[in-house]
């Protein structure tokens, strides 16, 4: 039988501002690890993008925290992205209202005298991204030497993107005996030594949810270079929320632009779009007002979207790592969800030998913008055309 929040030892408090929410069965990773995070004891958690992480780090934290001086919060969460920290912050807002914690969010791209202005009033937590954390404690407008619970969260992302070090100068800052909370889809490697160096006989939880490729839809299309962005258009009309991957900068603008002119409604966010629009962008998408959201791989990194029904590889992914961190924003929680692949006539060895690696043997079919199936690419079986 599944715990509940109640039985994990969430305050009365919490459990009934989850309720209203529509929160009632804790997922695997907060079963799993929240009644040690409650007790003290330093966690891993190995967990996807998806899998319900927030609130494992999240309630343990907003719980145990006390009141926090001027500059000095007592509990810290560090995030990979603006983003990520956005949608942490937006996540466990209403939560730490019930109990009267202060919370704030902070990161670059916004202004940094609003955010030092919070600080310095008192909060008792800050969701980060390490490069801002830096900025403040470097100009005497934050201090980490008082924090008694810090969360690392998306520690893999966190070395892909190069913050190991950042992290770690954070770390070695925090003074007195403190509780740590690791994140990650991937225990090994660096982040394996970012556990051995920083954390005190840590627990350990495996989430077998790692991005389940199995519980996804796939199928790969052979398109033409002229209709490709036609075809796409379509996939994005028969879906309700769909999220496009695209190699560069210039090729996502260039498609919003392409799709536009079809009549769909989608907006891009990369790394030359102000922060103000991705943030508004990934809001509106999020939120359903936004059908279509074309990223490039960097700016993808931490979008955490409920109810994503499928993702186009615009371009093709590089390699099976990509394919499966693109894949994963959807068949979340137990969902299904569809991944289609559009694949020009010159792609067709690169995406077969990228299939070879994933373990999947699915048929490349060549289709136009025109073809009834893209109504229903779920539906349909490719191996019956094969057979016929």
């Not at 404690?137 to 190069?162: H, P, W, Y």
């Amino acid at each position: 039988m599944t715990a509940t929040f109640d039985a994990l030892g969430v305050s009365p408090d919490l459990v009934r501002a989850l309720a209203r929410d529509g929160f009632t069965t804790p997922f695997p990773v907060q079963s799993l690890t929240i009644p040690d995070a409650l007790a003290g004891v330093d966690v891993c958690g190995k967990a996807r993008t998806g899998s319900g992480k927030t609130l494992a780090f999240g309630l343990p934290m907003l719980q145990r925290v006390g009141r926090a001086q001027s500059r000095r919060p007592l509990g810290l969460v560090l995030v990979p992205t603006r983003e990520l920290a956005k949608q942490v912050h937006e996540v466990l807002e209403p939560l730490a209202a019930e109990l009267d914690v202060r919370l704030a969010a902070v990161y670059g791209g916004a202004p940094l005298a609003k955010q030092a202005s919070a600080l310095k009033s008192g909060v008792e937590i800050v969701v980060a991204t390490p490069g801002r954390v830096i900025d403040l404690i470097e100009q005497k407008l934050l201090s980490v030497a008082a924090v008694e619970i810090v969360t690392v969260d998306e520690a893999d992302r966190m070395n892909d993107m190069g913050f190991r070090p950042q992290v770690e100068w954070i770390l070695r800052r925090i003074e007195g005996r403190h509780q740590t909370l690791l994140f990650s889809a991937t225990l090994d490697g660096a982040v394996g030594s970012l556990i051995r160096r920083f954390m005190h006989d840590p627990v350990h939880y495996e989430v077998d949810e790692a991005p389940a490729i199995e519980a996804m839809t796939h199928r790969f299309l052979a398109v033409h270079q002229m209709d490709k962005p036609k075809l796409a258009a379509a996939l994005i009309d028969a879906h309700e929320r769909a999220l496009i991957f695209v190699r560069t900068k210039r090729g996502a603008d260039r498609l919003v632009r392409q799709l536009v002119r079809e009549g769909v409604h989608a907006e891009a966010i990369h790394g030359d779009r102000a922060q103000s629009h991705r943030e508004r962008a990934l809001s509106r998408f999020a939120g359903g007002k936004l059908g279509a959201l074309v990223a490039t791989d960097v700016a993808a990194r931490g979008i955490d979207v409920e109810g994503v029904d499928v993702v186009i590889h615009f371009d093709p992914p590089e390699d099976p790592k990509a394919y499966t961190h693109r894949s994963g924003r959807t068949a979340r929680a137990g969902e299904t969800g569809l991944v289609v692949t559009l694949s020009l006539w010159d792609q067709h060895l690169a995406v077969e030998a990228l299939q070879r690696q994933l373990g999947l043997s699915e048929p490349i079919i060549e289709m136009f913008s025109n073809d009834p199936r893209l109504a229903d690419l779920a539906g349909w079986n490719p191996a019956d055309e094969e057979a016929a």
